[in-house]
């Protein structure tokens, strides 16, 4: 066997010319076939990652392959300044599937968030006057990197080094409507949450919390901004999670799934909303190139024709009443909650030894927060899968609970 000095594998050339901004696991993956990727050492894993609720149609999905591939050799990409059929269907496909009238297409996640921020100001200022700009979000919520949208998320943890960030935020507890009564005053323009809060540990709102947001919102004129960018798109088990609570926002973000790895983000909104944004307020080079939207809306068409949302729910259910099992049977997990495939097991214990020995047994699952698993399958899962991990996390627990005595 040849022996491969250290310095020219993978891992080691990117520790070496990358910025070290990620603290990543010690595999390189190759290829990936529906809810399976294997490393350049051929081990096999479950992916119950799928790119951080990305890959809802798998890896290698062949509708997006075919979407791809027929799309590239017609139109790659043209300026904004053009009509393209594609983005076109998207986005007259996302307005009839959803409570929005209008479609702003961008590339990430971070960068809708921006454009909501943006419509929202706007919206506010032409309305009621520079004053009104204030922001209200949740504590604990992630709305991105950017300046803006790290400004807008409640974790010191990611913000800290980055001062001065920006103004015209303000920060209330998740869940807690006395709270954000409290803080809605004559500055605030907009309130910014995720209907569950993803990174921040899979939180869910209480039954009525949303609601209530709904309510206080409607009756002050301020403006709803649900960020979706990890929840929508099938995920819970409704095309958008805030269908399961009977209301719907004045401006709704989504990304990661949209085009299923291919990047894409988009800005949704009433109508009422968007005649604050004509020609001239907002752009974007790349934002919804004929090529990302041709696969987001094989993507969309795949997820309403094919069932996938049916089976997040359904595969949902199942994968919960069995992680409920395991937690009456093991004193490691304090509860297991989510909503459809977006799922929270938050354990007694940090989750990065669990997350580490379910690696070596061939699953990739990861943490939100230092003691949840979060795990977030692709919607195409079946139960086979599902049971491979449950009984995979059984012994893992059966074993460290031993070990702990
Ligand atoms: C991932 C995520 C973002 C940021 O998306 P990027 O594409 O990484 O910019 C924003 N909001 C939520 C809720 C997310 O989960």
Redesign the pocket.
Known sequence: MEIVPETTTTQARADRYMFLTYGRFPVTLVRGKGCRVWDDEGKEYLDFVAG??VCSLGHSSPVVCRALKEQCEKLVHVSNLYYTEPQTDLAQMLVEHSFADRVFFCN??????EAAIKLARKYSMEKFGPERHMIISMCN??????MG?LSATGQSKIQVGYDPLLQGFRFVPFNDIVALDEAMDKYVCAVML?PIQ??GGVVCPDPDYLKQVRTLCSEKGVTLIF?????GMGRTGKLFAHEHFGIAPDIM?L??ALGNGFPI?AMLSTDEMGQAFGPGSHATTFGGTPLATAVSKAVLQSLLQDGWVTNAEKMGAYFKSGLNKLAEKHETIKEVRGLGLIIGVELCVPGAPVVEACRQKGFLIVCAQERVLRLVPPLIVGKEEIDLLLEALDNILDEMETKRG
């Open positions: 951080i609720a990430s996640g971070a960068e809708a968030n919520s992630f709305h991105g990197r950017t949208t995720e993803g990174e960020d979706e960018v990890q929840v973000t990304a990661k983000g």
